[in-house]
């Protein structure tokens, strides 16, 4: 038997593509992730925003892909979401991949284990390769 001692964790992380018209800052994030100005959240909100932009300068979890491109987006979210990088791309949009990490603060912890996708103007999220 081994007993392990120290410091245990049972963390989640997510691995992102985010598609966007215009670059990215923790201040487009905010508003485009659909927060508001002086809510009651906006310290944490914003916390989420800078761990996100700075997790895009990161690669992301079990891959080994530098490189915002159809194919590395199809290995990591499929072909639909390689699609829609694809038509993006054509149209002027920037890609960014990176993975959060649920020890990361409390919004950053939910952003983490939850599964989704955004679409709007100008933007989309994909956060659906999640690892519990």
């Known amino acids: 038997m081994k007993i392990r001692v120290g410091y245990v964790t049972n963390s989640s992380s997510t691995n992102f593509l985010i598609l966007?018209?215009?670059?990215?800052?923790?201040?487009?994030?905010?508003?485009?992730?659909?927060?508001?100005?002086?809510?009651?959240?906006?310290?944490?909100?914003?916390?989420?925003?800078?761990?996100?932009l700075y997790a895009t300068q990161g690669g992301l979890r079990y891959f080994d892909l530098d490189e915002v491109n159809f194919?590395?987006?199809?290995?990591?979210?499929?072909?639909?979401?390689?699609?829609?990088?694809q038509k993006y791309k054509k149209k002027g949009y920037k890609g960014y991949m990176g993975y959060t990490n649920s020890d990361d603060g409390t919004l950053t912890g939910f952003f983490t284990t939850d599964s989704f996708e955004i679409e709007e103007k100008g933007f989309y999220v994909h956060a659906r390769n999640c690892m519990w």
């Open 20 to 52: 966007s018209k215009e670059e990215l800052t923790s201040e487009y994030l905010y508003k485009k992730l659909g927060f508001k100005k002086n809510s009651p959240i906006e310290k944490e909100a914003m916390e989420l925003c800078e761990n996100i």
């Open 71 to 85: 194919d590395n987006v199809k290995e990591v979210f499929g072909e639909a979401a390689a699609y829609k990088f």
